[in-house]
């Protein structure tokens, strides 16, 4: 079985920052892409950002310039440093990735969401 644990949001002022992580534990053989959603109250869940084995990376329109999503293979962590946030960001974020397993094979796993709340 495979967890995805995502820690660091919070209530946050606009114009502040926040930093999600996302660790990936369990029957992992290798990590593929990695992401990050989010679900605003009486909306769909939307693609904030992606990132591949390899580096690459693609935001929404949102949040470009804005949040930078990264990820250390070495511990199974993605994480998404959110800068310069609005009110229109607080949302339930979700962490996403998709596993290699070690008895070969894929899946898709998410976390549970945290909250990230901006507000004065």
């Known amino acids: 079985q495979v967890q995805l644990v995502e820690s660091g949001g919070g209530l946050v002022q606009p114009g502040g920052s926040l930093r999600l992580s996302c660790v990936a534990s369990g029957s992992i053989f290798s990590l593929n892409a990695m992401g990050w959603y989010r679900q605003a109250p009486g909306k769909q869940r939307e693609s904030v950002a992606g990132i591949f084995s390899g580096g690459s990376t693609n935001y929404a329109d949102a949040v470009k310039g804005r949040f930078t999503i990264s990820r250390d293979n070495a511990k199974n962590t993605v994480y998404l440093q959110m800068n310069s946030l609005k009110p229109e960001d607080t949302a339930v974020y979700y962490c996403?990735?998709?596993?290699?397993?070690?008895?070969?094979?894929?899946?898709?796993?998410w976390g549970q969401g945290i909250q990230v709340t901006v507000s004065s």
């Open positions: 996403n990735a998709n596993i290699i397993r070690p008895v070969g094979g894929t899946a898709n796993y």
